[in-house]
């Protein structure tokens, strides 16, 4: 997920919060953190040096999204502050294991919600890492992220409900969901390490107001004013212990913290023999219940989960909207254990290409978590899977260092690498159209493992999917109402499939680099290939690019560009040879005329074999950026690329080349040749989308033969 931005007051426009990048706008996340002593419901709380800030537009929008209630769900606001207080949890407990003054050793760490039905009042209170000012301003004041703009458009283009449901969790807007059951929220909260406490409060009216407070403990509180029950509307009445019991257990039963809710119960009187005493009316006694399991998932066998439990711990943990598209347990045995349970998304977060970006696994010992992104878990090319690895044979105290040097972490590594991409071929072959979903959203990235990743490198050439001539477009499904649906299959190719479909004594496996299918398919360098009935594959990822320059044979097949190098369409007989040498002495001296008034262009002017209808294109030689790929390096600022000279293959049996021909011979010092010549080159740029080197001289020498030809 991308970075965000939201708004603040101009005096702290140069704050920032770097959202994480599932997109989450956290409470107290794992860039901050709270902690926990409920100050109680009281209103009367301290409120000093109190300054008022605009939420920027954009901001605003969240917010009128949230007070019309636009989630299907609006229980989720629940999940979302009870997902903000573990990670604060978590933040407390790391942090702690450098710095153990910031948490007493006796201290349980712990979630609580209170209700006060009079007031409807609904508290959360947590004893995590807490916030201090600027946290409170850049965290909860502010959606900073550089894409706003973005958000805005695709907001403007949503209407259906889940469109925009999904919109709110990409954005990493989870705190703004309290207006769904809020209309007023109040947080006060102080750090650990401090001994100030700070308040912020919000109506959602476009403004919020931070002051100074008081807070007997570390920890964070959010206080809810809230709505009046609309069932109409699917707002329950989280006044009532049952509502609250059933969504905790609904959406947060895994969270590893316990969940306590204050809960009223009578405590009657009794006699020495156990007997209610008469005429003693039963007390009130209130009292707080853990009211979740708090067992890890993956600690559980496979069999005894729901699917809707990994879904939920699923968007827990990554921060997402939606169901994982596949779900990994994995158990490690041997030498020493290990637990790991591993998702693959269903879509790519925004920031899977931002250079800065952390990726990596959650690591635990003995389930207490020592590493909230371990990178040296997975390598980059899988770096879109979220999940969890915990072994109680490794160390709390474990730096990252350390963890590389670890053989225990490097054998995890590998038995991850291994069962993802098992996974991952399982559902090519079963489930392909659930599989095209997984290449659409990460099969760039899998592709960087051919480069990076020697020892799987067949294992994951198996896993890509190409355009080929042999396939139709892949077209998504539409449903009823609009909504793209996973394919029943793909209509991409496997390298397998092709050499599958290759013809009888066919050794190389063709492909093309291009912009798009569209305008490869147009290229002339496919015209002898499709006569002959060769398939062909169409590269038009950049990426492939580079791929491709580490991927020379695939199964015992070489790969070989269509558009590079000579080409061999098979066996040539005798005859054929001694008819192409016969061609070749006859335009021996206009090739060589051709080439003289070229050779600042091209390195080389020859007959082509691979061209039937087209009179003349570029060729590169084998190891040379395509034409397409260097667009785009010039485009992205690299301007000192070396140029490269092509060669220019000229078909002879086109009419331009017979008539060019004729006139060489009657006159070989024809200026018309010599136009001809340049037009010819301009015209194999053109027909390959490459610009021309003189696009006014061109336009006039065309303008020039229209007058003539009219």
């Not at 699917?307 to 943990?317: M, T």
């Not at 990554?318 to 030498?335: F, Q, S, V, Y």
């Not at 003995?366 to 979220?386: A, C, G, H, T, W």
């Amino acid at each position: 997920m991308a970075r965000a931005r939201v708004g603040v007051s101009p005096r702290d426009d140069a704050q920032s919060l770097e959202i994480n990048r599932h997109g989450r706008g956290r409470l107290a996340g794992r860039e901050t953190a709270r902690q926990t002593t409920i100050p109680g419901r009281r209103r009367d709380v301290k409120r000093e040096n109190e300054e008022t800030f605009e939420f920027k537009s954009e901001a605003k929008q969240l917010l009128e999204l949230m007070i019309h209630s636009i989630y299907s769900s609006k229980d989720v606001f629940l999940r979302e502050l009870i997902s903000n207080a573990s990670d604060a949890l978590d933040k407390l407990r790391f942090e702690s294991l450098v710095d153990k003054s910031l948490k007493s050793s006796d201290e349980e760490l712990r979630i609580r919600i209170s209700v006060d039905k009079e007031s409807r009042v609904l508290t959360l209170d947590d004893n995590g890492i807490g916030m201090n000012r600027e946290d409170l301003i850049r965290d909860l004041g502010t959606i900073a992220r550089s894409g706003t703009k973005e958000f805005n458009a695709k907001l403007e283009a949503s209407t259906e409900e889940n469109d925009i449901e999904s919109l709110i969790g990409r954005f990493g807007v989870g705190f703004y969901s309290a207006f769904i059951a809020a209309k007023n929220v109040t947080v006060i909260s102080r750090r650990a390490g401090a001994e100030e406490a700070f308040g912020f409060e919000s109506s959602g009216d476009g403004q919020y107001r931070v002051f100074e407070s008081t807070r007997e403990t570390v920890g964070t509180t959010i206080r809810l004013e809230l709505r009046e029950a609309d069932p109409d509307n699917d707002l329950d009445d989280f006044t009532q212990e049952w509502t609250l019991r059933s969504t905790v257990k609904k959406y947060s039963d895994f969270i590893q913290y316990p969940i306590q809710l204050e809960v009223v119960r009578e405590e009657v009187e009794r006699d020495e023999e156990g007997e209610p005493k008469a005429g003693v009316e039963p007390k009130e006694v209130r009292t707080w219940e853990t009211i979740n399991s708090m067992r890890a998932l993956w600690t559980r066998s496979r069999s005894d989960v729901e699917d809707s439990e990994y879904a939920e711990f699923y968007k827990h943990l990554a921060h997402d909207w939606t169901a994982p598209l596949e779900t990994m347990a994995i158990k490690g045995e041997g030498t020493f254990e290990y637990h790991a349970l591993l998702f693959i998304p269903e879509r790519a977060p925004m920031d899977l290409y931002y250079r800065d970006a952390k990726f990596g696994l959650q690591l635990y010992a003995n389930r207490v978590m020592i590493m909230e992104q371990s990178k040296e878990l997975l390598p980059d090319y899988l770096r879109f899977i979220k999940g969890v690895v915990d072994s109680s044979d490794l160390s709390l105290n474990v730096s990252r260092e350390m963890l590389q040097k670890d053989g225990r972490v490097s054998s995890i590594r590998k038995h991850l690498i291994k069962k993802t991409l098992e996974t991952l071929t399982t559902l090519q072959s079963d489930e392909p159209g659930k599989y095209q979903k997984f290449w659409d959203a990460f099969g760039r990235v899998l592709k960087e493992g051919v480069v990076m990743d020697r020892n799987n490198k067949e294992k994951i050439t198996s896993l890509l999917l190409f355009d080929s001539s042999a396939v139709k477009p892949y077209e998504p499904v539409v449903n009823e109402d609009g909504e793209e649906s996973t394919p029943e299959k793909t209509n991409l190719t496997t390298l397998t499939q092709y050499i599958e479909r290759m013809k009888e004594g066919q050794e190389v496996i063709y492909f093309l680099n291009g912009e798009s299918r569209a305008a490869v398919e147009k290229s002339p360098h496919l015209e002898a290939f499709f006569d002959k009935g060769f398939e062909v594959l169409y590269l038009t990822d950049p990426y492939d690019e580079i791929m491709i320059g580490s991927l020379t044979e695939f199964d015992g097949k070489k790969l070989q560009s269509v558009g590079k190098g000579a080409v061999d369409l098979g066996e040539v007989s005798k005859d054929d040879k001694e008819k192409d040498k016969d061609e070749e002495k006859v335009h021996s001296g206009l090739l060589n005329l051709m080439f003289e008034q070229l050779k600042d262009s091209v390195k080389e002017v020859r007959l082509s074999k691979r061209l039937t209808n087209s009179a003349a294109c570029l060729v590169g030689e084998q190891g040379d950026y395509s034409p397409h790929f260097t667009r785009l390096l010039k485009q992205a600022g690299h301007m000192d690329l070396p140029e490269t000279k092509r060669t220019l293959e000229v078909n002879p049996a086109h009419p331009l080349l017979v008539k060019m021909q004729a006139r060489f011979d009657a006159d070989s010092s024809d200026e018309m040749l010599v136009r001809h010549t340049k037009m010819l080159y301009s015209q194999a740029l053109l027909a390959e989308g490459s610009p021309l080197i003189d696009p006014v001289e061109f336009s006039r020498q065309l303008a020039e033969l229209m007058v003539e030809v009219l």
